[in-house]
């Protein structure tokens, strides 16, 4: 750190005993076993260290977030991303949050093994999302059209086809049909499939020659399901168990990414648009077999949800763990408070020929009526005035404010989740019985 950089940060007030704390904290744990090898005293001693860094960045945070922001962003002149940001922050202000460098070392480790230092992404963020001032440009940052997806948008456009590895995506008949792929997990999501989700996203909603979005998943090789589409199964608990699920990358990505660019549309750098900077389009999701944790999440952002009679939603979250994203936010607007509680927190399952599963999707048919109801119910959303309406039922649902303020506290509660050791013992079990 330059001399006059460091000055710079030592007039902020607790950053010295932040950075004293931490560097403490990395000594102290340096001289322990790997975490999964620690006994009783061990562990408590690890937490006590790491606690008392983590409640000093907390009130450094409290008082400096805007500051620390400002100072990333070039007073929030700069779009970054939230991996951008964080990675920003670690060379700005070390100790802050881990670097890159730290990262990469815990990121190939099972997650009983790691220390659990995206907690500390998680307070950073939560303070950004907290701010009035610099949780709105973070939003925004966040629904800009990803790199990827602009250099994949001449092709697109061109063809009308993209292949990625988790999902396919083909414009038809002004339909962006978007097929989850992931045939030999049961479509259970990763980091790559919220990459190529959130690519896919974009490239429909940025493709002028479609007016309507289709997700459905794809025929399986799976073992169980062979021939057979599935929608999704949820996160993937062999991938978390093995470390291989982020908090930036999956978790807080998949959620401020393309399921908020599904309900707000795309932020588009185009000075013509005056009346509205955000490129929107309805959806449609198609349900075979089941959604269940992070499938039953996404069908929260859709305009039209239709289901084979003999699928099935769950959010088993709770019996997981964790939490199952933005459903607690969103899953009671429409199901009702107590139902929520028997989904979220007892984990009940709804088949989709109950009566309660019509409060979760439009239309239930039998599975050979699927195709049929799918282009029925996409001609229904090819209407003028439905993006108008759809916009205004999303700002009365769904209020940018209450979204921010919600994902705030996920940042950190789900940061903590990860890391419980309830959480590492059952998805540690959950892998060994699927090896």
Request: charged content about 30%; proline content about 4%.
């Amino acid at each position: 750190m330059t001399t006059a950089r460091s000055g710079v940060l030592d007039s902020l007030d607790g950053w010295r005993a932040l950075t004293a704390a931490a560097e403490q904290a990395e000594k102290e744990l340096a001289a322990l076993p790997d975490p999964a090898r620690r006994t009783p005293e061990q562990r408590a001693a690890a937490e006590t260290v790491k606690n008392t860094a983590r409640a000093l960045r907390s009130r450094f945070l409290d008082a400096h977030v805007d500051t620390v922001y400002d100072r990333l962003t070039g007073g929030r002149t700069r779009a970054l991303r939230i991996d951008e940001l964080v990675e920003a922050a670690a060379t700005a202000f070390p100790g802050l949050v881990p670097d890159a460098d730290l990262l990469a070392w815990e990121r190939g480790r099972p997650q009983a093994d790691k220390e659990g230092h995206e907690i500390d992404q998680g307070i950073f963020l939560r303070a950004v999302l907290r701010s009035p001032d610099a949780g709105p440009h973070l939003l925004d940052a966040m629904l800009r059209p990803t790199d990827r997806a602009l250099r994949l948008l001449p092709e697109f456009r061109r063809t009308g086809v993209v292949e990625l590895e988790a999902v396919r995506l083909e414009r038809r008949d002004g339909v962006a049909r978007l097929t989850m792929c992931r045939d030999d997990c049961l479509n259970a999501e990763d980091n790559q499939q919220v990459d190529d989700m959130e690519t896919a996203v974009d490239l429909a909603l940025l493709d002028p020659a479609v007016r309507v979005g289709l997700v459905r998943g794809g025929e399986m090789s799976h073992p169980r399901y062979r021939g057979r589409r599935v929608f999704s199964a949820g996160i993937n608990l062999k991938y978390l168990s093995s470390g291989g699920i982020s908090l930036v990358g999956f978790l807080l990505r998949r959620e401020l990414g393309y399921l908020h660019k599904i309900v707000r549309g795309v932020l588009a750098d185009d000075s013509g648009r005056w009346h509205t900077r955000h490129v929107e389009k309805p959806w449609l999701a198609a349900v075979d077999g089941f959604a269940i944790g992070g499938g039953a999440q996404l069908l929260l952002v859709f305009d039209h949800v239709v289901a084979a009679s003999d699928a099935y939603f769950s959010l088993p979250a709770a019996k997981e763990g964790i939490i199952p994203g933005a459903a607690n936010f969103r899953f009671s607007r429409y199901v009702g408070p107590r139902l929520s509680r028997q989904v979220i927190l007892e984990g009940r399952r709804i088949w989709a020929t109950e009566p309660a599963a019509r409060l979760l999707v439009d239309e239930v048919v039998e599975p050979r009526e699927l195709d049929a109801a799918v282009e029925a119910g996409l001609e229904r959303l090819d209407g003028e005035a439905v993006l108008s309406n759809r916009r205004m039922l999303n700002l009365a649902e769904e209020p940018t404010e209450a979204f921010r303020a919600y994902m705030a506290e996920f940042a950190l509660q789900q940061a903590l989740r990860l890391y419980g050791e309830d959480v590492i013992h059952k998805v540690g079990r959950f892998a060994a019985r699927s090896a």
